[in-house]
């Protein structure tokens, strides 16, 4: 079955510095896609950045990259230059594709980051 | 902008009462999801629509229902809520719903309190 772990319920940074938060996954699927969100308190789910279980290329989306390593299946968010108001919770989430047809996506428990002066 | 909408962000019932909580999009996305979230927790799918097919999952409670009247608008009906269908409650959008490149955008919650 699919899973989603991250192992780090919280982490910690000084701003301006770099992070990663980890995770790792679980599928026997060739065809899969990894996504990154954050929440802030306020609850809603931001969307931040994608990786095709294809695609050679680590994504990155500004600030944020993704440490795509296929063969020990982890998938780590990397954020660069840390801002006050990078301080959320982030989850790491699986999407492949059921036999019913439709593709489903499955959360990790997520990582609280606290981002501090 | 483009964007996911829901309403209210806050809403308090009383157990056993009845609640609907709305969602609209302008994306124009075929696909919307409904979430749980409990405090401290992943988020959980209960039901998605393809345009106007429904599906449940299947460990969805039958006190959890929804309708999509159309394309943009979707909505949660807890029918008899406990104290235990207090969450938050994130919609969802996709443009499909049949790969693996299909990037979910999520609307603000709606945090529900059943007292």
């Known amino acids: 079955a699919q899973k989603i772990t991250q192992t780090q319920p919280g982490m910690f940074v000084q701003e301006k510095e770099a992070v990663t938060l980890d995770c790792t996954y679980d599928?026997?699927?060739?065809?899969?896609?990894l996504f990154w969100y954050k929440q802030p308190s306020s609850g809603e789910m931001i969307f931040l950045i994608y990786?095709?279980?294809?695609?050679?290329q680590n994504a990155t989306e500004g600030r944020y990259s993704l440490n795509f390593q296929k063969a020990r299946k982890s998938a780590n968010l990397v954020i660069s230059a840390s801002q006050l108001g990078d301080s959320a919770m982030y989850f790491c989430?699986?999407?492949?594709?059921?036999?019913?047809?439709?593709?489903?996506?499955?959360f990790g428990k997520g990582t609280m980051l606290l981002v501090s002066p | 902008d483009a964007m996911v909408i829901q309403n209210p962000r806050y809403q308090v019932t009383q157990f056993g009462k009845p609640v609907t909580l709305s969602c609209s999009q302008t994306?124009?996305?075929?696909?919307m999801y409904w979430y749980q979230q409990k405090s401290s927790q992943a988020p959980k799918l209960l039901f998605h629509?393809?345009?106007?097919?429904?599906?449940n999952e299947a460990d969805t409670p039958d006190n959890f229902q929804s309708r999509r009247p159309n394309t943009s608008f979707c909505f949660l009906d807890i029918r008899s809520p406990g104290l235990g269908d207090a969450a938050m409650y994130l919609c969802a959008t996709s443009r499909e719903t049949s790969g693996v490149t299909d990037t979910q955008y999520f609307g603000p919650g709606t945090r529900l309190t059943v007292l």
């Open positions: 989430a699986m999407i492949w594709a059921l036999s019913s047809g439709y593709s489903t996506l499955t």
């Open positions: 599928t026997s699927d060739p065809s899969y896609g």
């Open positions: 629509y393809y345009d106007k097919d429904f599906n």
């Open positions: 990786q095709g279980s294809y695609d050679q």
């Open positions: 994306l124009n996305h075929n696909v």
